[in-house]
């Protein structure tokens, strides 16, 4: 994980110091927080700046500063994992590794080839010298953030960044599509004072569209959310990325309209894990879940096995299990989603090392109401004893903790449940199960100081909640049980495993049901290729801006793209069966590979969002509809709170 910036600017008009705000540089370097460095380039005979600036989180092979130049000043920053598609030795940087490769590229076809075939997430900007050309782009699902603002004077700056600041100011920020590779003739930029942007797509390898469709779509799409001053062209080649995952198999079975479950005997009102042992007796099925099983093990294990693990994790330094430190955490509700990405990366996560769990509740709004109440005094007390700040909670006990009812909100009480799966599961591994706690206080507090800053350019109710529920649990400050006691713990490991991309795939949302209901399988396979297509603007820049705040790298096991090829692969009744009840028919084959895997109770819990489940949607207003405008980013004076 890294944050990385560039500004360009034409000499005549300004520095490029004069747009990089220290509101962002300071923001920058908390996702980078073991090196930051900049670099200007300046071409004086083109009259252009260039400022780079790179700050680097160090989770594997050598520490690499950033920015690198390299003898032909080309200029490379990088903020991404390979996990295949180029090798990385244990011992190399993904970074350098690039680097080289992208030098040796003679050609713009050769920088496509070589990011065709990385696989892993990754943002990038690369100033290629001999050519004055700024190439930059996101992966085909936009899982690492990439920002860009242009000025809205002709020939002013033009900005790219991991992560900008709040303002309402009319030069807005604005995710960088995931929609391909974008190039930049600095050159012409600074000989005519127009910037013009030359796009290169991604396209399907068995490309079922004409090239010129494929740009034409895209050019539309990119084009509408550009100043009028910026041009957006294809590039004249007609080049195109080859996209990492194959399209979706849209093939609707002949006998669709039958339930594939009614061989089960009234399933319909009844569910449980005997209804998916019914499934498993069926040998395809079962081969199929075996089949899903392993890729998305693969997926899990390149996730949790690329970064470093120090000395202090052997033996010989540290001959207490309970002093090691984790390496690997989860956002964790108990839901089926994490359960199976824990019960995963118990297998191949060093069995000596933890695996943080965290999970999130914000205070239940009756008891928030209720704290400045002083009927009971002795509840009062222990209630504000859990809710002070990390100094005061050193002597908090479990027996009268673990217990307070204002934050057993849903996901803490079917976290807890997990909880008890996995340890049956695996007895020798140490869970630490994080109960993070959030009071209103600090919710608005965190959210101005710098939530908001990271949740945009997005601004709706749902970027809001989840973004808030995102940050407090990543950050992994709460309390684990220890002998009966619970105890403050701030949550040591680097990487962070969402299950983001299992409900856009598998049909585990609610409105999936309602497309179903309306348009049958064909309609609810729309709905799916729409999902994948605008994840990267709906969550994925989002939620790396959030988890990237502390220091942390999101992963994304089920965006893996062996995983989603997998999915692509299955006509849709093999994934999902909506004509069965919540709980067993959305994202069915995942509750398959969870009873195979061992769990019981949590293969069988519908779909509960966050904001739901954590209570964070219930905590400040009940009147607003998820796609509203949030007020509460806006940015608003300490009295106001």
């Known amino acids: 994980m890294c944050g990385i910036c560039c500004i360009v600017t034409l000499c005549s008009q300004h520095t490029t110091h004069d747009f990089f705000n220290e509101d962002i540089l300071c923001r920058l370097r908390r996702r980078g927080p073991d090196s930051s460095q900049q670099l200007v380039k300046t071409a004086s005979d083109l009259s252009y700046e260039c400022l780079f600036s790179g700050h680097v989180l160090h989770l594997r092979g050598l520490m690499t500063p950033q920015p690198l130049e390299d003898a032909n000043n080309n200029i490379f920053l990088w903020n991404g994992e390979i996990f295949s598609g180029v090798h990385v ?247 089926i989603d994490s359960m199976v990405i824990a019960a995963l990366a118990d297998k191949h996560v060093p069995l000596e090392e933890p695996i943080d769990l965290l999970n999130v509740a914000f205070i239940m709004k009756e008891q928030a109401k209720q704290k400045g109440s002083t009927k009971n005094p002795t509840n009062r007390g222990v209630q504000l004893g859990l809710l002070a700040s990390q100094e005061g909670r050193q002597d908090l006990h479990a027996k009268t903790a673990a217990h307070l009812p204002c934050f057993d909100v849903p996901d803490r009480i079917t976290g807890r449940a997990g909880l008890k799966e996995l340890e049956a599961i695996n007895p020798s591994r140490t869970w630490n199960f994080v109960e993070i706690n959030v009071t209103l206080e600090e919710l608005k507090k965190m959210r101005q100081q710098c939530i908001n800053h990271l949740i945009y350019p997005l601004d709706t109710v749902l970027d809001d909640s989840i973004g808030c529920a995102i940050w407090f649990a990543s950050r992994g400050e709460g309390f684990i049980s220890n002998q009966g006691e619970l105890k403050p713990y701030k949550s040591p490991a680097k990487v962070v495993l969402t299950g983001i991309g299992a409900d856009e795939q598998l049909a585990g949302y609610s409105r999936h049901r309602v497309c179903f209901k309306k348009y049958g399988l064909e309609g609810l396979n729309k709905e799916l290729e729409m999902e994948l297509d605008r994840i990267s603007s709906r969550n994925l820049g989002r939620d790396d801006r959030i988890i990237g705040d502390h220091g942390k790298e999101a992963r994304f096991p089920f965006l893996d793209e062996d995983v989603v090829s997998f999915f692509n692969s299955l006509p849709i009744l093999e994934k999902a069966d909506l004509t069965l009840p919540r709980g067993i028919g959305e994202k069915l084959i995942l509750r398959l590979a969870a009873k195979e895997l061992g769990l019981t109770a949590s293969t069988l819990l519908p779909k509960r969002a966050v904001q739901f489940g954590s209570r964070i949607a219930k905590l400040e207003s009940n009147s607003e509809k998820a796609s509203d405008t949030c007020s509460r980013l806006k940015l608003f004076s300490v009295d106001e709170l």
Request: net charge neutral.
């Open 89 to 335: 030795g244990d011992l190399e940087n993904d970074t350098e590794v690039m680097f080289h490769h992208l030098a040796l590229c003679s050609s713009e076809a050769g920088v496509l080839s070589l990011f065709s075939s990385l696989r892993g997430p990754w943002s990038f900007i690369y100033y290629q010298a001999s050519r004055h050309s700024l190439w930059f782009g996101r992966d085909y699902f936009g899982r690492r953030s990439l920002l860009w603002q242009f000025s809205n004077e002709i020939g002013g700056a033009f900005s790219l960044t991991s992560v900008s600041a709040y303002s309402e100011s009319v030069n807005q920020w604005q995710e960088v599509p995931a929609s391909g590779i974008f190039k930049i003739d600095l050159k012409a930029y600074a000989t005519t004072k127009s910037l013009s942007l030359t796009l290169f797509p991604w396209k399907y390898s068995s490309a079922e569209k004409a090239v010129e469709e494929i740009f034409m779509n895209v050019l539309d799409q990119v084009s509408k959310d550009l100043p009028n001053h910026v041009r957006l062209v294809m590039n004249e080649s007609k080049l195109c990325l080859t996209a990492p995952v194959i399209p979706l198999n849209k093939t609707i079975s002949e006998v669709s309209g039958e339930c594939p479950g009614t061989h089960i005997s009234n399933i319909t009102h009844v569910v449980s894990v005997e209804t998916l042992q019914g499934f498993l007796a069926d040998e395809h099925k079962k081969k199929l879940v075996h089949a899903f099983t392993d890729v998305l093990s693969e997926a899990v294990k390149r996730r949790v096995l690329s970064l470093s693990r120090g000395e202090d994790q052997k033996a010989s330094q540290v001959p207490n299990m309970s002093d090691r430190k984790a390496r690997v955490a989860v956002l964790f509700s108990g839901g």
